[in-house]
């Protein structure tokens, strides 16, 4: 196990900052998810601490030792990648047995090491398949044995789940949070799923344009969001943003009140017109369109079925949101603010 520090990391080709000025500190035996969307430099960053590429600026230090100059097999780094690499003319044993070779592990000791890394994962019985005769997810599961057995300071994953089906992902999610419980290797995940981020991230860093934009717990990032990139990205629903003369207020769709005929003081009021109710199961979903000093916005909100009994689409409605669920931010930036003077 082992700490990570990136120091003012920067990856540049030709023209394109991919990685601009990232530095952050992942603690022994912490999960850090780093979230993002296609293109944001998240995939770089993970290449760049692994010692695939090459950074134009800045140090990689894996407890407290500067490894920038290091090639990938002197940083005792496992990766596992969204492509499983697996060797088809080989079995599962012999596929999880391929670093140790590399490394000239004696035989007695790579049978131990093999015995160990499956009966972690839970692939004990597939040691005797060929890859040809796996599901998606027990090929998952090889290449996470194959990267476990080399008994690494620093795991690192690049979208692993991403060829999954949503319920094997769903599953895969749990036993890769288990697998770190158990094993405490520093992990590094790399992901453009929020849900995968918030589930198993001790802490998340949001990532855009090559450059980290918060790094906080699930919990913080979900309620505290540092800008409006942050409040539109995390959360399924998104954060409702709604524009105003000098700030833009934002809060979340589980946080809107069916205003009724007694509305609360003191909370923040938005007339809206229904578009369309979405059923969901155990929630609604209610697209509305609201219009605040002269600002035409989209609101989202949700509801429970017995909240939503009386309303049909085209409905003339108040919502109302309690003053501890608002957000402000500035409307030029993007940034957060203080709540603005009324």
């Not at 599953?171 to 770190?180: D, K, V």
């Amino acid at each position: 196990m082992a700490s990570l520090e990136l120091r003012n990391l920067v990856k540049i080709y030709g023209r394109t900052h991919a990685v601009d000025g990232i530095s952050l500190t992942v603690a022994d035996g912490e999960f850090l998810a780093i979230l993002g969307p296609s293109g944001c430099g998240k995939s770089t960053t993970m290449r760049m601490i692994a010692g695939l590429e090459h950074p134009t600026q800045g140090d990689i230090l894996i407890d407290g030792e500067v490894v920038t100059p290091l090639p990938p097999r002197m940083r005792n780094v496992s990766m596992v990648f969204q492509s499983y690499a697996l060797y088809p003319h080989m079995s599962v044993a012999e596929n999880i047995a391929f670093p140790l070779k590399a490394r000239r592990i004696p035989r007695s000791d790579r049978e131990q090491k093999i015995r160990w890394a499956a009966g972690t994962i839970g692939i004990e019985h597939l040691l005797a398949r060929r890859p040809a005769r796996l599901s998606g997810g027990e090929k998952q599961r090889v290449a996470l044995a194959r990267a476990l057995v080399r008994d690494p300071t620093l795991f690192i994953f690049d979208e692993p789940l991403s060829a999954l089906d949503a319920q094997v992902r769903a599953m895969a999610r749990s036993e890769l949070r288990q697998l770190h419980d158990r094993t405490g290797i520093t992990t590094v995940y790399v992901t453009h799923d929020q849900f995968e981020a918030m589930g198993m991230g001790d802490r998340i860093a949001i990532m855009k344009d090559g450059r980290v934009r918060q790094i906080g717990t699930p919990q913080q990032m979900y309620a505290h969001p540092a800008d409006t990139f942050v409040a539109s990205f995390l959360g399924t629903p998104p954060m409702n943003l709604l524009t105003q003369d000098d700030h833009i207020v934002g809060f979340r769709p589980e946080h809107v009140l069916l205003a009724g005929e007694a509305a609360a003081s003191g909370h923040f009021h938005v007339p809206a017109r229904i578009i369309r109710q979405e059923f969901l199961g155990a929630i609604w979903q209610i697209y509305a369109e609201t219009e605040l000093r002269g600002h035409t916005n989209k609101l989202l909100a949700q509801f429970t079925s017995a909240e939503v009994q009386t309303l049909h689409d085209g409905d003339a409605v108040q919502f109302m949101v309690s003053p501890e669920h608002l957000r402000y931010f500035d409307p030029g930036s993007g940034k957060k603010m203080d709540a603005p003077h009324v």
